[in-house]
């Protein structure tokens, strides 16, 4: 028998994306590189292997891991519900680029398996192994290129009854494993219409634990499902892409970034959340802005720097910014006087508060951080366990 039918799906929400005050450390020892599944992931998790299990049909018959940590713990509960073993490849790995400082080795099977029971040694690991000096896009491509020549023979070769498979890994893997599956050459391009797009606008979604899904012709592979997220409580979140994120999935996870932001005088343009999203902002009225004081400039948050509409919150104070690009470059320098960098680009920022509503729900992020820290909570020891 043939595979007809291929999954796959991206891992749930990283615990590094929390703030570090709530982030539990990884079980790999490495919270930047090789991170556990937040508590919203987790719950992403169970929602995916429900879904998988009661829903689609095929359901997957073979479950193809990336070797790091979140992506194992992602389709674990798929396993369970499904009674299947997890298989490790490193051809699914993250993607990192050359210009990463080192390059993160993901964990064998003996480490991975002292924390998940449905792992198995029956899979050789090593259908293609990404380059220990990192990947530029268009290695990644060819990476998953060659994945492909070599994973589909090997596993009809050693599965011939299996006509289902599903494969958890990373968004740019994701991707680039979806457009050379597909045929195209380089992961920018549209998706053409008989793939499921409109050739201008359509690309391969990427938000956590999104799921695609191909299904081969005998003459090729086409697309019926692509990020499909109608299953998670949340919805889409967390979606990337090379064409649109400003900060790349290969770069260092976190690294400092330097930004003009240019604050508007004192006024504000009156906003409600329904406009945020908008091409342009609504202004309903100009008022005096809140007074500047030490104490209102103590708390500062940044939202969507990947986005062309970033938001910045200061204390009461609401902004709404779009990216401007300078002719020239502005340099930064530390209090020593010693140079940093270079800056190409501003923020330009306009000012509002936000109208309550009757409606308005609590924040997406401050639901994943009540629940970060009720986990992190819960994980502490007990006052009376401790000893004297």
Same mark, same amino acid.
């Given at each position: 028998?043939?595979?007809?039918?291929?999954?796959?799906?991206?891992?749930?929400?990283?615990?590094?994306?929390?703030?570090?005050?709530?982030?539990?450390?990884? @079980?790999?020892? /490495?919270?930047?590189? /090789? =991170?556990?599944?937040?508590?919203?992931? !987790?719950?992403?998790?169970?929602?995916?292997?429900? $879904?998988?299990? *009661?829903?689609? +049909? @095929?359901?997957?018959?073979?479950?193809?891991?990336? =070797?790091? $940590?979140?992506?194992?713990?992602?389709?674990?509960?798929?396993?369970?519900?499904?009674?299947?073993?997890?298989?490790?490849?490193?051809?699914?790995?993250?993607?990192?680029?050359?210009?990463?400082?080192?390059? @993160?080795?993901?964990?064998?099977?003996?480490?991975?398996?002292?924390?998940?029971?449905?792992?198995?040694?029956?899979?050789?690991?090593?259908?293609?192994?990404?380059?220990?000096?990192?990947?530029?896009?268009?290695?990644?491509?060819?990476?998953?290129?060659?994945?492909?020549?070599?994973?589909?023979?090997?596993?009809?070769?050693?599965?011939?009854?299996?006509?289902?498979?599903?494969?958890?890994?990373?968004?740019?893997?994701?991707?680039?494993?979806?457009?050379?599956?597909?045929? $195209?050459?380089?992961?920018? #391009?549209?998706?053409?219409? #008989?793939?499921?797009?409109?050739?201008?606008?359509?690309?391969?979604?990427?938000?956590?634990?999104?799921? +695609?899904?191909?299904?081969?012709?005998?003459?090729?592979?086409?697309? !019926?499902?692509?990020?499909?997220?109608?299953?998670?409580?949340?919805?889409?979140?967390?979606?990337?892409?090379?064409?649109?994120?400003?900060?790349?999935?290969?770069?260092?996870?976190?690294?400092?970034?330097?930004?003009?932001?240019?604050? @508007?005088?004192? *006024?504000?343009?009156?906003?409600?959340?329904?406009?945020?999203?908008?091409?342009?902002?609504?202004?309903?009225?100009?008022?005096?802005?809140?007074? /500047?004081?030490?104490?209102?400039?103590?708390?500062?948050?940044?939202?969507?720097?990947?986005? /062309?509409?970033?938001?910045?919150?200061?204390?009461?104070?609401? $902004?709404?910014?779009?990216?401007?690009?300078?002719?020239?470059?502005?340099?930064?320098?530390?209090?020593?006087?010693?140079? !940093?960098?270079?800056?190409?680009?501003?923020?330009?920022?306009?000012?509002?508060? &936000?109208?309550?509503? #009757?409606?308005?729900?609590?924040?997406?992020?401050?639901?994943? &951080?009540?629940?970060?820290?009720?986990?992190?909570?819960?994980?502490?020891?007990?006052?009376?366990?401790?000893?004297?």
């Amino acid at each position: 028998m043939t595979i007809t039918t291929i999954y796959i799906v991206r891992h749930g929400y990283r615990e590094n994306w929390l703030p570090k005050e709530v982030q539990r450390d990884s @079980p790999m020892g /490495d919270n930047e590189s /090789d =991170p556990l599944l937040a508590a919203h992931g !987790v719950e992403q998790a169970v929602e995916l292997g429900q $879904y998988l299990s *009661q829903e689609v +049909d @095929p359901k997957p018959q073979l479950i193809f891991s990336s =070797p790091f $940590y979140r992506c194992v713990e992602t389709i674990q509960p798929t396993a369970k519900e499904l009674g299947l073993s997890i298989f490790l490849d490193r051809g699914i790995g993250e993607w990192y680029r050359p210009n990463r400082p080192t390059i @993160p080795e993901p964990a064998n099977i003996a480490v991975l398996s002292q924390y998940f029971q449905d792992l198995s040694d029956k899979w050789p690991p090593d259908t293609v192994v990404p380059s220990d000096k990192g990947e530029e896009e268009d290695e990644l491509m060819q990476r998953c290129r060659e994945f492909w020549t070599k994973f589909i023979p090997k596993v009809e070769s050693q599965f011939p009854k299996a006509s289902s498979i599903i494969l958890v890994t990373h968004a740019a893997v994701k991707i680039a494993l979806g457009m050379t599956l597909l045929g $195209y050459t380089n992961t920018r #391009e549209f998706l053409k219409p #008989e793939h499921g797009g409109d050739g201008v606008s359509t690309r391969i979604h990427a938000s956590t634990c999104s799921l +695609d899904c191909y299904k081969s012709s005998g003459a090729g592979w086409t697309m !019926v499902m692509n990020g499909n997220t109608q299953f998670l409580t949340g919805g889409p979140e967390m979606n990337w892409h090379f064409a649109t994120a400003q900060f790349e999935a290969g770069n260092l996870e976190y690294e400092d970034v330097f930004v003009t932001l240019k604050f @508007p005088p004192n *006024q504000y343009i009156s906003l409600d959340r329904n406009s945020l999203n908008a091409d342009s902002i609504k202004k309903e009225s100009l008022e005096e802005s809140l007074e /500047d004081s030490a104490a209102e400039r103590s708390s500062l948050r940044l939202s969507g720097l990947d986005k /062309d509409k970033p938001l910045l919150q200061l204390n009461n104070n609401l $902004y709404q910014g779009e990216w401007s690009k300078l002719v020239g470059s502005e340099l930064v320098f530390n209090e020593n006087g010693e140079f !940093v960098t270079k800056v190409d680009g501003h923020i330009v920022l306009k000012s509002g508060r &936000l109208e309550n509503t #009757e409606n308005d729900k609590e924040s997406f992020l401050a639901k994943v &951080l009540q629940k970060a820290r009720a986990v992190k909570t819960s994980n502490e020891p007990d006052s009376m366990d401790v000893d004297s």
